[in-house]
């Protein structure tokens, strides 16, 4: 069992956009005015051939495919939320809160991981769960500590706690449960993503322990983390908001481990925390400012991890 892997897909966008859809709970979205649509998504474009490059370059394998045309699907360049990839062979398919958000998930996407000789067993499809109004976006909503058999959730209206507590039960995780809040016009509300304020790498975890309000799950958030050995990088409201906890780590060449960010969570950070994170391992960064701007995600939305086995 491995917490990181080398191998990522990854989504090309054709028409990425402000999702007017999902700016309804995701609360770091801008439109960027005066700019056309078509500007837009040719900026989006250059970022995500930058970052697969980067990604390239130390070793990561990356299996590029690109949207459709046809379907409208601005946040297309967030495959995790739809997707995971499991070591025993399975997929899971998750349930998504905006409904052109849903266009995004193909089967087309099957048959080019098995052409790259992945092995597919079973998919869990949890995906029933949107006629009912309950959502569970992916590894957006859970992040794994797939080493200690412990996934955390930060409920909101994308990551409803009884679809969490079914995905522990099919895929044998002890579920962390918690509500991680954001200051909007002076109120406080649910983080839309775990992912947005929690990183969890194999060695240490990087995690906005502010934006859990309630002491007694900050607590046992922490004592969940030192328990399996983690290391807590802590970061504030402020770094979350420059998408310092949407991380990724990944395996590169001879299985070095990088952990990946965008330029604008990269400059964020602290001297003191930068210093933290290299004693564990290297930092990639790149820039992503468009995507961040009117995707309202960042690096780690980008990447679905594939831990499939191989054939």
């Given at each position: ?25 995701n609360y770091y979205q801008t439109a960027m005015k005066g700019v056309l649509p078509e500007t837009v998504n040719a900026k989006a474009q250059l970022e995500f051939d930058n ?116 995905f522990c039960e099919d895929f044998d995780y002890f579920p962390v449960v918690f509500t991680a809040y954001q200051t909007v016009d002076g109120a406080r509300k649910p983080i839309y993503h775990t992912n947005v304020m929690m990183c969890l ?111």
């Amino acid at each position: 069992m491995q917490h990181t892997t080398d191998t990522i897909l990854m989504v090309r966008p054709v028409n990425f956009r402000m999702n007017e859809q999902t700016a309804v709970n995701n609360y770091y979205q801008t439109a960027m005015k005066g700019v056309l649509p078509e500007t837009v998504n040719a900026k989006a474009q250059l970022e995500f051939d930058n970052f697969v490059e980067k990604l390239r370059a130390i070793g990561v394998h990356v299996i590029v495919i690109n949207d459709n045309k046809e379907l409208d699907t601005p946040d297309s360049i967030f495959p995790n939320n739809w997707i995971s990839f499991h070591e025993n062979g399975t997929v899971g398919l998750y349930p998504m809160f905006a409904e052109n958000r849903r266009l995004e998930r193909r089967e087309d996407v099957f048959d080019v991981l098995e052409e790259n000789g992945f092995v597919i067993n079973d998919v869990l499809d949890y995906t029933s769960a949107e006629e009912e109004g309950l959502f569970l976006e992916g590894t957006g909503s859970l992040l794994l500590d797939r080493i200690n058999g412990k996934a955390y959730c930060a409920l909101s209206a994308r990551a409803d706690e009884d679809l969490f507590i079914e995905f522990c039960e099919d895929f044998d995780y002890f579920p962390v449960v918690f509500t991680a809040y954001q200051t909007v016009d002076g109120a406080r509300k649910p983080i839309y993503h775990t992912n947005v304020m929690m990183c969890l790498a194999e060695t240490f975890s990087v995690i906005c322990l502010e934006s859990i309000d309630d002491k007694k799950e900050r607590k046992q958030v922490l004592q969940h983390l030192k328990e399996s050995g983690k290391q807590v990088i802590a970061i504030t409201e402020s770094q979350v908001e420059h998408f310092a906890g949407n991380m990724l780590q990944v395996r590169g060449t001879n299985d070095e481990l990088f952990l990946v960010m965008s330029s604008s969570a990269y400059q964020s950070l602290t001297e003191t925390q930068i210093n933290t994170i290299t004693k564990h391992c290297k930092i990639v960064h790149s820039s992503l400012d468009t995507i961040e701007a009117c995707g309202g995600g960042s690096a780690r939305c980008m990447m679905a991890e594939i831990f499939l086995p191989q054939a």
